[in-house]
């Protein structure tokens, strides 16, 4: 592998001190960035390693707010009793990432961070109003992705933590790809003590994760698959490759958000 | 260079490793333990499958220094001299393996598997938890068969 140095610090404060003194990436479970550092798409001098910093765990419920810190991994996530029972399909969407080695190491600040246009938090972040909080300030989910593997984080920028606005109910629908196993089109559809309904795709979209706006309008009206007859996605906003076309994604990323609405409150996986 | 110490199947080691060393290096190169494999070294085919503070982890796509400070568990640990451990001879006696490759990996992948579910298991719930772990020669039916031998075993121990 590329040479780099390791770092371990204890506190917020010296881990942006040592990224802003040079070239630097973070790294928690590492199971994005050591893969592009193999694949040479990364060489940082500095890898910053986030896990022992204790502002960074922790998951508790209050006042209506799910708060999970960012260095919890997968399996954290999946296994904490406090989430199963606010938001079951958040743990259930955990416990589906990867496989179980994966998801003792990965963790939730990483993936959204790195904002894959086929990674699962996202979906659930944007559904369930989350807030996500930095070293610096807090963001709104509908702020924070801003495109392919882009965020609203500045350079040298640590998310510490993030909170879901707990829903009455909440869907998780994917539908896998049969050989890499990320999602192929895959929704969370939450729904609201206020009547409001908030519906995200992700692992579709040629822009990355997305709200489904008009949906959501047609779900707060009546809250059944059979309200999103006649709504559909637009293929000119989907991904097009090898795995499907823009058109498939289009039909796909609608099964899921109708699935997600038909098994709401549990995660369901696809194949 | 960093001075990595971990425990090793009960065995403190220290070594000093370049910072990008990863665990599966240390292990087989520092340690030449190389009963944990790389198979495809892109955390994908669960060759490299080793315990780190009790959980299973990838060897390939973590840092030695990650891992530092550590207790680490291999393939080698797990039986106590020369009588096989309760999965390696179910793995034997179901013919869980042929080349042998993907094997110690996943054992340690089902001696997790079989911890979280407290023994527990059915058919579909291992052939979920193998999602990690490829084999290119059994088509998994023995090696499911193979876990769930050893995970009865274990529940039967617990009575």
Not at chain 1, 15 to 43: E, V
Not at chain 1, 119 to 145: C, E, Q
Not at chain 1, 220 to 243: V, Y
Not at chain 2, 14 to 41: N, S
């Amino acid at each position: 592998m590329h040479p780099t140095t390791y770092h371990r610090p204890l506190t917020l404060k010296a881990a942006a001190a040592i990224h802003a003194a040079g070239d630097s990436a973070y790294i928690a479970g590492g199971h994005t960035i050591l893969p592009a550092i193999k694949q040479r798409l990364a060489a940082p001098e500095n890898l910053i390693d986030l896990r022992h910093i204790p502002e960074l765990t922790g998951i508790h419920a209050e006042g209506g707010l799910l708060s999970i810190g960012a260095a919890m991994s997968h399996a954290h996530v999946a296994a904490s009793a406090v989430v199963r029972s606010a938001i079951p399909a958040l743990a259930g969407l955990a416990g589906s990432i990867g496989d179980p080695m994966v998801r003792h190491l990965g963790t939730i600040g990483g993936s959204v961070a790195n904002n894959d246009p086929a990674a699962d938090y996202p979906s659930a972040l944007l559904a369930l109003g989350a807030t996500v909080f930095t070293d610096r300030r807090s963001l709104k989910a509908d702020d924070f992705f801003t495109g392919l593997y882009a965020s609203a984080l500045d350079a040298g920028e640590i998310v510490t933590r993030i909170t879901f606005s707990v829903p009455v109910s909440a869907g998780y629908a994917k539908f896998r790809n049969p050989a890499s196993r990320y999602a192929m089109a895959a929704a969370f559809v939450a729904r609201f003590a206020d009547g409001s309904v908030r519906a995200a795709v992700t692992g579709a979209g040629n822009r990355g994760v997305f709200r489904a706006t008009a949906m959501e309008a047609a779900l707060r009206q009546s809250f059944s698959t059979d309200a999103l007859r006649g709504l559909a996605f637009e293929a000119g906003d989907m991904m097009s490759d090898i795995h499907g076309s823009a058109e498939y994604r289009a039909h796909l990323a609608k099964v899921m958000v109708q699935r997600a609405v038909q098994f709401t409150g549990e995660a369901r996986i696809f194949k | 260079m960093t001075s990595v110490q971990l425990t090793v199947n009960g065995k403190l080691s220290t070594a000093e490793v370049d910072d990008q060393t990863l665990l599966v290096e240390f292990l087989r190169d520092k340690l030449r333990l190389t009963g944990t494999h790389v198979g495809c070294d892109t955390s994908q085919c669960g060759a490299c499958v080793v315990h780190v503070d009790g959980l299973a982890v990838k060897s390939c796509t973590m840092l030695a220094a990650q891992a530092n400070g550590a207790s680490v568990l291999t393939i080698e640990g797990l039986s106590g001299g020369d009588e096989l451990h309760p999965l390696q001879a179910a793995f034997r006696k179901h013919h869980g393996l042929q080349c042998g490759y993907c094997t110690p990996g996943m054992i340690m992948c089902a001696l997790d598997m079989i911890r979280r579910h407290d023994g527990k298991l059915d058919a579909t719930t291992v052939r979920e938890e193998l999602e990690g772990n490829i084999c290119r020669c059994t088509g998994y039916q023995n090696i499911v068969a193979a876990i769930l031998d050893a995970a009865a075993a274990t529940r039967a121990l617990q009575v």
